[in-house]
């Protein structure tokens, strides 16, 4: 082949291809958005995905997620809620000819909540684009990057090229909380030579993130009258003390992120986040009960078990709180027991996707840590397959306001379909 002239000209071609097809993507991201795909209910976003798939002659795939199966998986997050009716969603595209190296372009389906929806400027279930952004719960956490990966082939095919080697398109749920959704593809016997997941990372490659624990703690009180509020002990008072006992644990591990490569020049790795607490029966009784649910992270190498005793006995160590009150806690996982990864300097995957990325966007791919949860962890940990955490600019995920960088999800999209081509190979039709 001659050295420059067929590629280049490749390149452009599917360029060209995300390009013409970019308004059409866009019109299927806000589509997709509208789908209100909260934990539970992303069966009408699966569906619109499912027939999305099959309209692109994929061999199909869909099914429940088992609990019990999971379960006996290492690397599962105990749920706490039933998974009737949860679905991920798989469309296989499967070459007449292989000659390349097979890729998972995998994404989730899944949304955090809203929250109070008076404080968005937009509903947050619709997709107006606004200055180049587009707004919406779930726009940039992932949906953007879920339809990038069929918009990437679909460039492909329009170049007049067929990708020579399986592709396997996976939307998936559960990957807001406990992971359980990649990790059930996995186990349904899904993988490949790479993963590619267009989560929201700012134009860059995750090279490290941190493994994510939840967990509640529920502490008892002494209920009494509150005319005799001293003979009683408050429960939610109590919740805030055994929250900064924690708080140490989580001082302890930052403390120690000089031992752990890649997360030495964060500012502060390790995040303990009081997510909800709950407790107390009414204004006028102390209140016997309280509940906190908690989100702790971890560093890569360190298992969840591990991270796990070490909350525990922190736990355990609280005996009294300053009055002398004893304090009594129950803590039990309830989701994400997950552990971080590293993604390998340097490998074939990386540096297909590092030149597919240079065309693009006329610089060098750079790679950082991001200490939260990715679904990469099922894939590196669990099945010796490079994860390339890699997708768009966005702004306010989890927040009031989500929004995704329309012309940055352009050329991620350029990026995969370029990678897809380099990685799998193609024919010419
Ligand atoms: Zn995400």
Redesign the pocket.
């Known amino acids: 082949m001659n050295a420059h002239q067929t590629p280049t000209h490749q390149t452009q071609t599917i360029c060209d291809a995300v390009d013409a097809a970019f308004d059409a993507q866009l019109a299927f991201t806000a589509e997709l958005v509208r789908h209100p795909s909260l934990r539970t209910q992303e069966g009408s976003a699966q569906d619109l995905l499912y027939t999305a798939m099959q309209q692109r002659g994929f061999e199909m795939d869909r099914w429940e997620l088992d609990a019990v199966q999971l379960s006996e998986h290492i690397g599962y997050g105990p749920t706490t809620v039933s998974y009737e009716g949860m679905t991920n969603v798989v469309g296989a595209y499967r070459p007449a000819i292989q000659i390349g190296r097979s890729l998972i372009l995998n994404g989730?389906v899944d949304v955090v909540p809203e929250g109070p929806e008076e404080s968005w400027s937009h509903s947050p279930w619709d997709a107006p684009i606004i200055d180049g952004w587009m707004y919406g719960r779930g726009s940039g956490?992932?949906k953007a990057g879920l339809v990038a990966n069929l918009f990437a082939f679909d460039a492909v095919r329009a170049a007049g090229l067929l990708p020579a080697a399986p592709i396997f398109f996976q939307s998936v749920v559960e990957?807001?909380c406990t992971g359980n959704g990649s990790l059930s593809a996995l186990q349904r016997g899904y993988t490949a030579d790479a993963v590619l997941i267009p989560?929201?990372e700012e134009d860059m490659l995750v090279r490290a993130n941190t493994g994510v624990i939840w967990f509640t703690v529920r502490v008892a009180g002494q209920p009494t009258h509150p005319r005799e509020m001293k003979s009683g002990f408050n429960a939610i008072d109590a919740a805030y003390f055994v929250m900064n006992k924690l708080r140490r644990v989580e001082e302890r591990w930052n403390s120690q992120k000089n031992e752990h490569q890649y997360f030495q020049n964060l500012d502060h790795p390790i995040n303990f986040n009081l997510g909800t607490i709950r407790g107390g029966d009414w204004p006028s009784s102390v209140p016997a009960w309280c509940e906190i649910e908690v989100r702790a992270s971890l560093y890569p190498g360190v298992t969840a078990e591990a991270a796990w005793s070490e909350i525990c006995e922190a736990l355990a160590a609280i005996d009294q709180d300053p009055a002398g009150n004893t304090i009594h806690t129950t803590a039990t996982r309830t989701g994400f027991f997950s552990e971080g990864y590293v993604l390998e300097e340097d490998g074939d995957a990386e540096r297909a996707l590092a030149k597919a990325h240079e065309n693009v966007f006329g610089s060098p791919l750079k790679s950082f840590t991001t200490p939260g949860y990715l679904d990469g962890r099922v894939f590196v940990l669990y099945g010796n397959t490079p994860a390339l955490v890699y997708g768009p600019i966005s702004e306010a995920i989890h927040g009031y306001d989500e929004r995704v960088d329309i012309e940055s999800v352009r050329r991620i999209t350029k990026s995969i379909a370029l990678f897809i081509a380099s990685w799998c190979g193609t024919v010419t039709e």
């Open positions: 989730h956490d992932m990957e807001e989560e929201p």
